[in-house]
C-alpha cells in the first residue's frame, strides 16, 4: 500500500502595518516514520515544529498564539496528545507560556475545557487541540524579529491495528485561544504554513519477520509456523501483512503488497535467518 501524503502550499497573510515578512512554522522532524509519512504503529512518535522569524521587521517581538489539530480522516487511534514547548521558546523571557489541549468529541460542536493532555480518539471522529501561546507585558517582549528554532514538540501514539488508516495535523484557529498569528502594537503578522500533512499507520514495527504479531523485533520459530499455517494448512491471515513480506517482494519488487505476495520465499528468508548465515533482516517499509 502506497503511503498517502498531502502537502499544499500556505499563503502569507499581513494585517496592518503594511510590511512585508517572510515567516513560517513547520513541522521540523516526527520520530519512528519512515519514508517521510509511514508510522511505525504501536509507538510513540514526536513531531517536533520549527518558528522561522527571520523575515520579520528589525527590532520587534511579538506575542504568540498558535493552534496544532490532530485528527484523523478514516479512524485511526491514538491513547493521548501532549505538547511541550522546547527550551528556545520558553527562554524568551515570557511572562506566561501556555501549552494548552482542547478535545472536540466525536466530531461535536465545540472543544472542551483546557487540559493536561489531549484525550485518546475514542470514537474516530475526535480531534485535539494543542495550543502554543507567549505572553510578554514588557514592552519589546516576546518572539523576536531573527528567531529561527525549535518551539513545541507533539506527542501521540499510533495503534498497528489502524493499518493503513492516517494521522493528520494541520492549523486550527476554532479552540479557545488558537488565533494563527504572532501580535505586536504595530501590527499582526500570519506566519505561513504548508497545510495539513497526513501519516499513514502502519503494522509492521522496526524489522520484518513478527508474523504471528505477538511483538519484539526478534523472529522465533513462531513466526514461520505462522506462516506456513496460513500458505499451506488454511489458517487465517496474520495480523499484519508487512511483517509476513520478509523478502520485500510486494513491498519493493511488485507494489502495491498484498497477500499473494506472502510465498515460501518469506519462509526461507526467516529460516535463513534464525538457522542460517543471514545477519540482518530488512528494516519495515
Same mark, same amino acid.
Given at each position: 500500500?502506497?503511503?498517502?501524503?498531502?502537502?499544499?502550499?500556505?499563503?502569507?497573510?499581513?494585517?496592518?502595518?503594511?510590511?512585508?515578512?517572510?515567516?513560517?512554522?513547520?513541522?521540523?522532524?516526527? @520520530?519512528?516514520?519512515?519514508?517521510?509519512?509511514?508510522?511505525?504503529?504501536?509507538?510513540?512518535?514526536?513531531? @517536533?515544529?520549527?518558528?522561522?522569524?527571520?523575515?520579520?521587521?528589525?527590532?520587534?517581538?511579538?506575542?504568540? =498564539?498558535?493552534?496544532?489539530?490532530?485528527?484523523?480522516?478514516?479512524?485511526?487511534? /491514538?491513547?493521548?496528545?501532549?505538547?511541550?514547548?522546547?527550551?528556545?521558546?520558553?527562554?524568551?523571557?515570557?511572562?506566561?507560556?501556555?501549552?494548552?489541549?482542547?478535545?472536540?468529541?466525536?466530531?461535536?460542536?465545540?472543544?472542551?475545557?483546557?487540559?493536561?493532555?489531549? +484525550? +485518546?480518539?475514542?470514537?474516530?471522529?475526535?480531534?485535539?487541540?494543542?495550543?502554543?501561546?507567549?505572553?510578554?507585558?514588557?514592552?519589546?517582549?516576546?518572539?523576536?524579529?531573527?528567531?529561527?528554532?525549535?518551539?513545541?514538540?507533539?506527542?501521540?501514539?499510533?495503534?498497528?491495528?489502524?493499518?493503513?488508516?492516517?494521522?493528520?495535523?494541520?492549523?486550527?484557529?476554532?479552540?479557545?485561544? =488558537?488565533? /494563527?498569528?504572532?501580535?505586536?502594537?504595530?501590527?499582526?503578522?500570519?506566519?505561513?504554513?504548508?497545510?495539513?500533512?497526513?501519516?499513514?499507520?502502519?503494522?509492521?514495527?522496526?524489522?520484518?519477520?513478527?508474523?504471528? +504479531?505477538?511483538?519484539?523485533?526478534?523472529?522465533?520459530?513462531?513466526?514461520?509456523?505462522?506462516?506456513?499455517? #496460513?500458505? #499451506?494448512?488454511?489458517?487465517?491471515?496474520?495480523?499484519?501483512?508487512?511483517?509476513?513480506?520478509?523478502?520485500?517482494?510486494? @513491498?519493493?519488487?511488485? *507494489?502495491?503488497?498484498?497477500?499473494?505476495?506472502?510465498?515460501?520465499?518469506?519462509? @526461507?528468508?526467516?529460516?535463513?535467518?534464525?538457522?542460517?548465515?543471514?545477519?540482518?533482516?530488512?528494516?519495515? *517499509?
Amino acid at each position: 500500500m502506497k503511503a498517502a501524503s498531502f502537502l499544499t502550499i500556505g499563503c502569507l497573510a499581513l494585517i496592518a502595518a503594511s510590511v512585508s515578512a517572510q515567516t513560517s512554522i513547520t513541522i521540523h522532524s516526527i @520520530t519512528n516514520v519512515s519514508h517521510d509519512s509511514i508510522l511505525a504503529g504501536g509507538l510513540t512518535h514526536a513531531l @517536533t515544529l520549527r518558528y522561522n522569524a527571520a523575515g520579520a521587521p528589525p527590532g520587534r517581538s511579538y506575542l504568540t =498564539a498558535n493552534g496544532f489539530k490532530i485528527y484523523s480522516p478514516d479512524g485511526a487511534d /491514538w491513547v493521548s496528545v501532549q505538547g511541550t514547548a522546547m527550551g528556545a521558546f520558553t527562554g524568551l523571557g515570557w511572562h506566561q507560556v501556555f501549552v494548552n489541549h482542547f478535545n472536540k468529541i466525536g466530531g461535536g460542536a465545540g472543544y472542551g475545557f483546557p487540559q493536561p493532555t489531549g +484525550g +485518546g480518539n475514542t470514537t474516530g471522529q475526535d480531534t485535539v487541540v494543542v495550543v502554543l501561546a507567549g505572553v510578554n507585558s514588557a514592552p519589546g517582549g516576546g518572539l523576536p524579529a531573527g528567531f529561527n528554532n525549535l518551539t513545541l514538540t507533539i506527542e501521540f501514539s499510533s495503534d498497528p491495528d489502524d493499518n493503513g488508516r492516517h494521522i493528520c495535523i494541520d492549523t486550527c484557529q476554532a479552540a479557545p485561544g =488558537a488565533a /494563527w498569528e504572532w501580535a505586536n502594537p504595530d501590527g499582526l503578522i500570519e506566519p505561513t504554513w504548508g497545510g495539513v500533512r497526513c501519516f499513514v499507520v502502519n503494522c509492521c514495527s522496526g524489522q520484518v519477520g513478527d508474523a504471528n +504479531g505477538i511483538g519484539g523485533d526478534e523472529p522465533t520459530i513462531g513466526d514461520i509456523t505462522t506462516l506456513i499455517g #496460513f500458505l #499451506f494448512l488454511g489458517e487465517p491471515e496474520p495480523p499484519c501483512i508487512a511483517e509476513c513480506d520478509v523478502n520485500l517482494s510486494g @513491498t519493493l519488487l511488485d *507494489p502495491p503488497l498484498d497477500w499473494d505476495d506472502v510465498s515460501i520465499g518469506d519462509i @526461507t528468508v526467516l529460516i535463513d535467518y534464525l538457522f542460517g548465515e543471514l545477519d540482518v533482516l530488512p528494516s519495515c *517499509p
